[in-house]
């Protein structure tokens, strides 16, 4: 079956506290987002990527893809005002039946298994969204408390969140309400029962400067085989 995957890398950098996107950042001596897409390029040979990036930062991110080794397989498109209209723009892309993963661009860490993992239970349940379970102890805030509840009943939500390209698309075609904090949370609008998948305690997303840090320690014991 044919695989898609979105990329959204839309981020500005304000949390990170740079003046480049943290997309952009060097992990040694690569950009952040060229790891992740050498990640599903690795994953299947017949994936191809759309992605989408706001359009000041087009050409960086053509420069990118130039970068690795199979460029012919990635596309260009525009991100939009919100991570829901920037998916949107790039599921305009994709016209035939499929798998489609969504990932965060700055998801850089993740590996080739999990995708292939996430594909394997889009296919048999319709969706595949990849979660790990939460280790710090968890309270909820009310207007005038807040209360302990069970972490073991937590899951912390990751990308590739994947899905039928029908399923994904149709939801997708819904008017963006402020809710929507992931795919998962607009497909499931529609009635569809999500899938979780056990994710990666290393597919972190780069969102602080300490990240950058963390990221490049991973790297550097996946080099040496650790």
């Known amino acids: 079956m044919k695989k898609y995957a979105v990329i959204v890398a839309g981020g500005s950098g304000m949390r990170m506290g740079t003046v480049v996107p943290k997309q952009f ?19 299947f040979p017949d994936l191809d990527i759309i992605l989408v990036l706001p359009e000041a930062h087009i050409q960086t991110g053509q420069e990118i893809l130039r970068s690795t080794y199979a460029p012919d397989r990635i596309w260009m498109a525009v991100g939009g005002e919100t991570r829901f209209h920037s998916v949107r723009n790039g599921l305009s892309h994709i016209h035939q039946h499929s798998i489609v993963f969504v990932h965060d661009g700055v998801r ?35 207007f005038d408390h807040n209360e302990f509840i069970d972490r073991s009943k937590v899951r912390i939500i990751q990308t590739p969140q994947t899905f039928y390209s029908d399923i994904i698309k149709a939801a997708f075609e819904q008017e963006y309400e ?22 990666e305690s ?12 963390i990221a490049e320690k991973i790297l550097e014991e996946r080099e040496m085989g650790i």
């Open 108 to 142: 850089c860490l993740l590996t080739p298994q999990l995708i292939r993992r996430c594909f394997s239970m889009a296919q048999e349940r319709g969706n595949a969204i990849p979660a790990i379970t939460a280790v710090d102890s968890i309270r909820i805030e009310h």
């Open 178 to 199: 402020e809710s929507f904090t992931d795919e998962a949370s607009v497909v499931e609008r529609l009635g569809v029962k999500i899938h979780l998948i056990e994710g």
């Open 202 to 213: 290393t597919n972190i997303k780069i969102t602080h400067p300490i990240d950058v840090l």
């Open 25 to 43: 950042l060097p992990l040694q001596g690569k950009p952040v987002l060229w790891y992740t897409l050498t990640a599903f390029l690795d994953s």
